[in-house]
């Protein structure tokens, strides 16, 4: 279920929230505006304290009704792991019941047959086996490694540096982005520049700087220099304020505090949902909710072309990584293809989902591939992308996805779940939730993944959510981990 959360001030632009999930910075912020209201009335004392009083009951009411809507999503979800045994169960005992009756097929014909018909019959009957072994996927070993603790929203999106260094940024519904140490945890700079929710956060490839855009209708170009230097022994937790209804009440402020951009770009008359640098990182696409992509000039910070087409709000940007090429996802429920290789660019429209597309990203073996509300996420081949080539069915909204060097999807869902999968649509593993591992694992919508294309730290995952946490993961095959 998707609700809207953009103001005309620039507030978090979209709260994609299911059922189970409590919106929780909505009801303190109407909260906060009526407590206002109450405190600077002339009413009298017993007065106000009678409606505190009725609003901390309801806020009880509310807090017993979250708690018994997610016991009840904790059972569906043990049901559905069960199912998801019995179907895998069943998968199995049919490969090994084909594999058994293959032999017996071949055993009664084989008692009939000469020498050389015996060689050829067993040797069908290894080939056989090997199809059938083929069918179990590779499994991957999934370990929490690490958490990112501080902002006080949730958190749009995580973005991991591209120069090397043991960085990565998120960008969060509470107005910031903010820069992390990936070996410490810390927070080393916090950016405050925008007035609205930031929605995306992407690293230069070659240079200091970050690209983020707003609910606030702009998309900011500030310089990324962080400060290695902060006292050891405190953790991100202690270096962002932690909201009033944390039970950790420490606030600490070390984290080095930006608030001006050395570019600002506009040509939207909405929120802004992502912003990407095209190769090459002269230029940068923006998304936005008034249907517009632009394209802009980073030197100048002026527009070059804006870019029509789409019937409503887009979702998400992505290019490709060596080639002038990007993709636009919009709730139309189509995503575009951009071609900016020559002077005038062209555009083809991908009609492959019935729901809003919620992203769509380039693989580095020249592939596209797409999530949807509507459940489903699918692989295209730039060469011919008339159909997929997989589809991936799901039990929930994908959000933002992302793609690894080595071709591995990683999934993120509106029901906490992360799953992997490879670009032939094969399932290869699913990472640990927080209801079945003791703490790890998100607790609510997890909205972006974003892979490392080296381990930091032992981390070459990282997953945020709406639990305003950010989780780094080694991901890694056992053939790996032997190795």
Known sequence: MSISQTTPTGKP??????????PQSAIEEVYSNIRNDIENDSLTPAYRIRLHNLFRQIEKEFELLYQENQNLHEKVELLNEKIEREVYDKQSYDCVDFDNNIAKVLSKKLSTTSTQKLKTAYKLKAQTSKIVSSFKAPHLNCAFIKEYLGHKDGIWEV?????????MGTASADHSACIWSIDSGRCLLQYHGHSGSVNSVRFHPVKDLVLTSSGDCSAHIWQAVVNWDLPKGHSSEEELEISEDCDDQRCDTKAATLRTPVRELGGHNNAISAAEWLAGAEQVITAGWD?????????????????????????HTATHPTQKLAVTSSRDTTFRLWDFRESVQSVSVFQGHSESVTSAVFTHEDKVVSGSDDRSVKVWDLRNMRSPVATIRADSAINRLSVSLNGIIAIPHDNRHVRLFDLTGQRLARLPRSSRQGGQGHSRMVSCVAWSNDYLNNINLFTCGFDRRVLGWCVQSLRDKEL
């Open 13 to 22: 632009l979209k709260g994609k929230r299911n059922s189970m999930t409590r």
């Open 159 to 167: 973005s991991v540096a591209r120069l090397g260094q043991p960085i």
């Open 291 to 315: 249907r517009l992509a632009v394209l802009h000039d980073v030197e100048t910070g002026s527009t070059i072309t804006t870019l029509s087409g789409h019937d409503l709000e887009l979702t």
